[in-house]
């Protein structure tokens, strides 16, 4: 699937917070706003079905 790009303006202890719980689960803070996404979307009944969460990252 492909990738949208866009720039979001986030308050600093907001963002600081992410990076926090992103590290703690091995992702970057774009996987990690990714994953939050989808969880809320889901939970929300906003997605189709059949979309699966967005996949660990993996490092190279």
């Keep these: 699937m492909a990738k949208k790009k866009f720039v979001l303006r986030i308050e600093e202890d907001l963002y600081t917070a ?8 091995f992702r970057s803070v774009n996987g990690q706003l990714e994953w939050l996404i989808f969880i809320m979307l889901r939970d929300a009944d906003r997605l189709k079905k059949e979309l699966e969460p967005p996949p660990p990252e993996t490092e190279s």
Excluded: I, L, R, T
């Excluded at 992410?18 to 689960?25: I, P, Q």
């Design 18 to 25: 992410v990076e926090k719980w992103a590290a703690d689960e």
